[in-house]
T-cell receptor
Framework: GAVVSQHPSWVICKSGTSVKIECRSL??????MFWYRQFPKQSLMLMAT?????????EQGVEKDKFLINHASLTLSTLTVTSAHPEDSSFYIC??????????FGPGTRLLVL | GNSVTQMEGPVTLSEEAFLTINCTYT??????LFWYVQYPGEGLQLLLK?????DKGSNKGFEATYRKETTSFHLEKGSVQVSDSAVYFC????????????FGAGTRLTVKP
């Protein structure tokens, strides 16, 4: 149990376009979902926390207008990178918690902006 | 604030060697502690966890004990295998802080046959 999926697993886009990444909890209801960014050979950096039906809470330094997060249901959260630029290229990982505090992570989405 | 410091890598061991990856934390109250493993090109997988002092988490031959007196959660394995090669992240989560998780920098382990 406690499986989290992400789609797509990788995406290449042109600079200036927007990219949407989906995060789904497959076998549990996720009251809270988290979005992380990971640069090569570095740790995960928390970008934002979202609770179903409410606005996401962004970490300091993360532009909320650039990284739009929607948590419309208890099993789905989306991250949209708007007007992507090459510096947005990264590995984006989501995680979800149910009733407990253990976070279950998705497999990640690798974004390359040309 | 809450933070995690773990041993810098990379760590290279021969198969069947003993592994220790040190992890210490700073937090108020009683956080939960975790070890996650990341295989190349993949997301993070929960390896083990401990939710209170003196708890021992264990999985796949790995174990770690929650030591409040030394604020540590060192990861150990008695005999590593080539398949254990991965990056290991120590992390803490505080349920009173909306469960947000703080990660250590990660330690890359390479096990050679």
């Amino acid at each position: 149990g406690a499986v989290v999926s992400q789609h797509p697993s990788w995406v290449i886009c042109k600079s200036g376009t927007s990219v949407k990444i989906e995060c789904r909890s497959l076998d549990f209801q996720a009251t809270t979902m988290f979005w992380y960014r990971q640069f090569p050979k570095q740790s995960l950096m928390l970008m934002a926390t979202s609770n179903e039906g409410s606005k996401a809470t962004y970490e300091q330094g993360v532009e909320k207008d650039k990284f739009l997060i929607n948590h419309a249901s208890l099993t789905l959260s989306t991250l949209t990178v708007t007007s992507a630029h090459p510096e947005d290229s990264s590995f984006y990982i989501c995680s979800a918690t149910g009733q407990g505090e253990t976070q279950y992570f998705g497999p990640g989405t690798r974004l390359l902006v040309l | 604030g809450n933070s995690v410091t773990q041993m810098e890598g990379p760590v290279t061991l021969s198969e069947e060697a003993f592994l220790t990856i040190n992890c210490t934390y700073t937090a108020t109250g009683y956080p939960s502690l975790f070890w996650y493993v990341q295989y190349p090109g993949e997301g993070l997988q929960l390896l083990l966890k401990a939710t209170k002092a003196d708890d021992k988490g264990s999985n796949k031959g790995f174990e770690a004990t929650y030591r409040k007196e030394t604020t540590s959660f060192h990861l150990e394995k008695g005999s590593v295998q080539v398949s254990d090669s991965a990056v290991y992240f120590c992390a803490l989560s505080h349920k009173y802080n909306n469960n947000d998780m703080r990660f250590g920098a990660g330690t890359r382990l390479t096990v050679k046959p």
